[in-house]
């Protein structure tokens, strides 16, 4: 161990409640996530309480140290590395600490399929369903505004936080929400200094900020400073929600719930094409469905590779589908919907090759696994070339999917390169992974080139780079590209509540123009790992200890899609055509 991580084990080790880790292996697990980049810490804090994070943060500041607050190590764009203390919540603070009629008040850590399992016994759900739900802690999913499938219904995280409690980089604890922008008796001299120097910077770039925004129905790139000051209120929360940590770190946060739904069904269309899939689209939202996910042949071809079942139910030649929910307050209402759907766009346009629709839950529940089960397969598919999750959060208007995605195709083609393609069509999110290789020089040129352009014709079209899962290292280089002068309102609003730059440091504000091709994850064999660094130059001495322990790019998505063997599975009872 070297002597500055020594230093921090023997500051922090009597001191936290929690645990602090420095040691090599440890390190070396928290340097990656789902992304592409890899960034060891200093150190690895697990806090038990609230206490411990403000120690952490005193310290920190004391010794100008990054603090990085991080959940399941699921995020796709880097957000959540960083070369300082990782405080990893999913460890202790993983209570639900109160349930109101209709809100709940919980801790970081708290994973959001757990939470619904609990709210479910109370008739309550917590809609925002981002896909890693199992993983996901809600943490994470105020962190980055989560919001999933279902948007159409729910919207993202933003729209259901109301309050949090927050430590800011000196340590200084407080909780926030709606505050008056007039506060001479607020007893937290940090929060009234915070309210009114925002205030001030938001009430007098108001039309800056309007006109920046984008026309997309979601938006998670930059700090969302729209419509948060109104009335001589200043919603904080709403402000710090999708601020992906660089502001402040969440201890304990309060959230709205909603009903369960008394009854849904989905229907499956299939397209010969995926710019029949995209005019579709606005065909169906006026019947108001609850999600409508489109999902392209390389995922299909996997699925129908993964389970019998998906190879009767979808066809060979079917380009993409539709996976359309909706929900109401019986069967037969569900069922009129979905007719509905189907007869307008098959029946009436045309648009679709055939359909599929299922009512009983556990159809619906094995329809869905089209969208949630069989994305991470793609990890697992061989060859040099891998699907790269670095322009995956895309968003525009629904409207202009068709035009998207022609440009989409163009550009991709102009560079050689196939891609796989799956997204909230409903309300225009696209996760698009095209295949690189990260050990070629010439697909790390590409990757840049195919960043810039597709981000080009999304702003030109009204969408924004970043619909959910946040800049991170991915896309921070970029939003100046998008919001132009209102880049440097983000800048003052870090400045505002991190003047010292120590929480998530290089995320949503930074000067480096090359973020995305550096601190790639290595993928060279490990005889060669130990040796180089992501970059493919020579490690320094004291970095030798921790390559020598890689983690490649071949063990992302380690998640098991089904415990039962291909036999089983076979057996299983395929469900019903329409």
């Not at 109101?100 to 917590?126: C, K, M, S, Y």
């Not at 969208?371 to 060859?383: E, M, N, Q």
């Not at 202009?400 to 440009?407: I, T, V």
């Not at 440097?488 to 010292?500: A, G, Q």
């Amino acid at each position: 161990m070297d002597p500055e991580r020594a230093r921090i084990h023997d500051d922090l080790r009597g001191v936290l409640a929690g645990d602090v880790r420095c040691d090599d292996l440890y390190l070396q697990l928290y340097s990656t996530d789902a992304s592409i980049y890899q960034i060891r810490p200093l150190a690895v804090i697990a806090p038990r309480n609230t206490a411990d994070v403000v120690k952490c943060a005193e310290y920190a500041t004391k010794n100008r140290l990054p603090l990085i607050a991080r959940g399941a190590g699921t995020g796709l764009a880097g957000e959540a590395l960083g070369a300082g203390l990782v405080l990893d919540f999913s460890r202790y603070m993983t209570r639900v600490l109160e349930f109101g009629p209709d809100t709940v008040r919980v801790q970081p850590g708290v994973i959001h399929a757990n939470l619904n399992r609990q709210l479910a016994r109370r008739g309550r759900t917590f809609g925002p369903d981002p896909a890693m739900s199992t993983v996901t802690t809600m943490g994470s999913v105020a962190a980055l505004d989560g919001s999933g499938s279902h948007w159409l219904k729910y919207g993202a995280a933003r729209g259901h936080v109301q309050r949090l409690q927050i430590v800011l980089s000196d340590g200084t604890l407080m909780t926030v929400g709606q505050e008056p922008t007039e506060t001479p008796d607020d007893p937290l001299p940090r929060r009234r200094h915070l309210v009114q120097e925002l205030s001030r910077l938001i009430a007098g770039n108001t039309e800056l900020i309007k006109q920046h925004q984008p026309k997309s129905c979601v938006n998670r790139s930059g700090y969302h400073l729209h419509r948060v000051l109104q009335g001589g209120q200043l919603d904080l929360a709403k402000l710090l929600v999708g601020s992906a940590g660089t502001l402040a770190m969440f201890t304990e946060i309060t959230l709205a719930t909603q009903p369960l739904e008394a009854s849904r069904g989905v229907c499956l269309l299939l397209f010969d094409s995926l710019d029949s899939a995209a005019r579709a689209v606005m065909e169906i939202l006026p019947f108001s469905p609850s999600a409508c996910d489109i999902i392209d042949r390389r995922h299909l071809s996997l699925a129908r590779e993964h389970d019998v079942r998906f190879d009767l139910l979808v066809p060979s030649d079917t380009e993409a589908v539709l996976l359309v929910e909706v929900d109401g307050d019986n069967t037969t209402e569900v069922r009129d919907r979905l007719h509905q759907i189907i007869d307008r766009v098959h029946g009436e346009l045309r648009l679709a090759l055939g359909s599929r629709q299922a009512i009983d839950p556990q159809e619906v529940d094995f329809y869905w696994q089209l969208a949630r089960r069989v994305v991470p397969t793609l990890y697992r598919l061989k060859g040099s070339s891998r699907p790269l999750p670095f322009v995956e959060d895309i968003a525009v208007p629904p409207a202009a999917l068709p035009e998207f995605f022609q440009r989409m195709f163009t550009v991709l083609r102009r560079h050689q390169v196939t891609a796989s393609l799956f997204g909230h069509a409903g309300h225009g999110q696209l996760h698009l992974r095209p295949f690189l290789n990260l050990a070629d020089p010439a697909d790390l040129e590409r990757m840049q080139r195919l960043a810039e352009e597709l981000y080009d014709d999304a702003i030109e079209l009204g969408g924004t780079i970043s619909g959910e899962h946040g800049d991170g290292l991915s896309r921070t280089s970029f939003i100046r590209r998008q919001y132009g002068p209102l880049y440097d309102v983000f800048r003052e609003v870090k400045r505002i509540f991190d003047p010292d730059n120590l929480l998530n440091p290089g995320k949503v504000i930074s000067d480096d123009p090359a973020l995305l091709t550096q601190n790639l994850r290595p993928l060279l064999p490990e005889s060669e790992v130990a040796a180089t660094n992501g970059n493919g130059a020579a490690t320094r001495p004291d970095e030798s200890k921790a390559a020598a322990v890689p983690v490649r790019h071949d063990m992302l998505g380690t998640i098991e899609l089904s415990s039962a063997s291909p036999r089983a599975r076979k057996r299983r009872r395929v469900p019903k055509r329409a």
